[in-house]
C-alpha cells in the first residue's frame, strides 16, 4: 500500500510538472521594412580588411541574404580610400598595407547599395593595445575524477602593461 502511494505521488508529481510548461511565442512582427546588417572590422594587420552586407530575414525563416553589387570604400581620417571588391556574395574585402593600418588613426565605411541607397559610419579610431611585458607558462596538476591520476598541462600567461587603461 505504501509503495502504491509513492508511486501515485511520483506520478501526480510529473504531471504537474508537464502541465506547468507552456509554449513562449513573442509576438514579433514580420518586418515591412527592408533593414540592411553591414558587418565588419579594419585591424592593424596587413592584410585584407573584410566587410559583410545582407539584409536582415524574417524571424520564422533565419537565413542569410547577401547583398550584392554594394561600392564600398574605407576611408581614413588622412584622406586615403581604399575600394573593395567583392570576392563573395555580400562579402567584401581590401588589401591594406601596415603604412595605412596605425593606432590613433580613424576609419569609415562608406556603402552605395545597387538601389542608390547611401550607408556611411562614423568613423572610428583604432585604438592601441597595451605593451606585452611578458609571456610564460607555468606546468601545474589539476584534480580530475581519479585522485591518484591529476591530469598534468600547462598554464600560459601574459602580461601587460596596462597601467593608462
Not at 581604399?82 to 595605412?100: D, I, T
Amino acid at each position: 500500500m505504501h509503495q502504491i502511494k509513492i508511486f501515485l505521488f511520483i506520478l501526480l508529481l510529473i504531471f504537474e510538472m508537464v502541465a506547468c510548461i507552456e509554449p513562449y511565442d513573442p509576438n514579433i512582427e514580420s518586418q515591412t521594412s527592408t533593414k540592411i546588417i553591414v558587418s565588419g572590422q579594419v585591424t592593424d594587420q596587413e592584410g585584407y580588411q573584410y566587410v559583410s552586407v545582407s539584409y536582415v530575414s524574417q524571424i520564422e525563416d533565419p537565413q542569410y541574404l547577401p547583398l550584392n553589387g554594394c561600392v564600398i570604400t574605407i576611408l581614413d581620417d588622412e584622406d586615403n580610400s581604399f575600394p573593395l571588391e567583392e570576392y563573395e556574395s555580400g562579402k567584401y574585402r581590401v588589401w591594406m598595407g601596415a603604412e595605412n593600418l596605425k593606432y590613433g588613426r580613424a576609419y569609415q565605411l562608406d556603402i552605395y547599395t545597387t538601389t542608390g541607397e547611401e550607408i556611411k559610419s562614423n568613423y572610428d579610431e583604432m585604438p592601441s593595445g597595451p605593451e606585452m611585458d611578458s609571456i610564460y607558462y607555468v606546468q601545474e596538476s589539476i584534480l580530475s575524477d581519479d585522485p591518484e591520476q591529476p591530469l598534468q598541462g600547462i598554464q600560459f600567461y601574459i602580461d601587460v602593461d596596462a597601467n593608462d587603461g
